[in-house]
T-cell receptor, first 114, second 108 residues
Framework: DAGVIQSPRHEVTEMGQEVTLRCKPISGHNSLFWYRQTMMRGLELLIYFNNNVPIDDSGMPEDRFSAKMPNASFSTLKIQPSEPRDSAVYFC????????????FGDGTRLSIL | RKEVEQDPGPFNVPEGATVAFNCTYSNSASQSFFWYRQDCRKEPKLLMSVYSSGNEDGRFTAQLNRASQYISLLIRDSKLSDSATYLCVGNAGNMLTFGGGTRLMVKP
């Protein structure tokens, strides 16, 4: 069975550029999560969706970050404009019905902003 | 105070040793707990759920202590391949919260 699929795996870009990260959750999973992981701050929840609806975006660092989930099989996380401090690994995860179900993570996108 | 806290380690143990990690949680109403494993430069992967009565999966045993509000992970007969970061997870309200992880290094 296909797991959570993220793209791209790696992204290197210059500050000020727009970055779009993509995620395809596991089919049938109703909840989708975006995380950011750094050495200093660990794994941070940015935003999560339930049935394609954003439920809590309080973890989004600032207005430069936005996320959408236009349908049950696709979500994007966008950073515009990007800054060097946004460099991190960004994970997408999904879980079946119920926010307290274990989450399944994608491989992550390793983002470097120069 | 963080919702879920772990000793970051590293725990350095010889192959074959038994090692245990604890993870404390602050919300006494928490009900769902898990342990995840994360290898270097990889994604977190579910290792096991933690049940109230304790549960075992091969060399791994997870336990919940509600009175002291912590969960534990015991690894017996540790292998070199057990070297990883172990993340504990508990719910804070209707959301799962990840701890910072405990790094384990198993040496030959």
């Amino acid at each position: 069975d296909a797991g959570v699929i993220q793209s791209p795996r790696h992204e290197v870009t210059e500050m000020g550029q727009e970055v779009t990260l993509r995620c395809k959750p596991i089919s049938g999973h109703n909840s989708l999560f975006w995380y950011r992981q750094t050495m200093m701050r660990g794994l941070e929840l940015l935003i999560y969706f339930n049935n394609n609806v954003p439920i809590d975006d309080s973890g989004m660092p600032e207005d430069r970050f936005s996320a959408k989930m236009p349908n049950a099989s696709f979500s994007t996380l966008k950073i515009q404009p990007s800054e060097p401090r946004d460099s991190a690994v960004y994970f997408c995860a999904s879980s079946p019905t119920g926010l307290l179900q274990p989450q399944h993570f994608g491989d992550g996108t390793r983002l470097s902003i120069l | 105070r963080k919702e879920v806290e772990q000793d970051p380690g590293p725990f350095n143990v010889p192959e074959g040793a038994t090692v245990a990690f604890n993870c404390t949680y602050s919300n006494s109403a928490s009900q769902s707990f898990f342990w995840y494993r994360q290898d270097c430069r990889k994604e977190p992967k579910l290792l096991m759920s933690v049940y109230s009565s304790g549960n075992e999966d091969g060399r791994f045993t997870a336990q919940l202590n509600r009175a002291s509000q912590y969960i534990s992970l015991l690894i017996r007969d540790s292998k070199l391949s057990d070297s990883a970061t172990y993340l504990c997870v508990g719910n804070a309200g209707n959301m799962l919260t990840f701890g910072g992880g405990t790094r384990l290094m198993v040496k030959p």
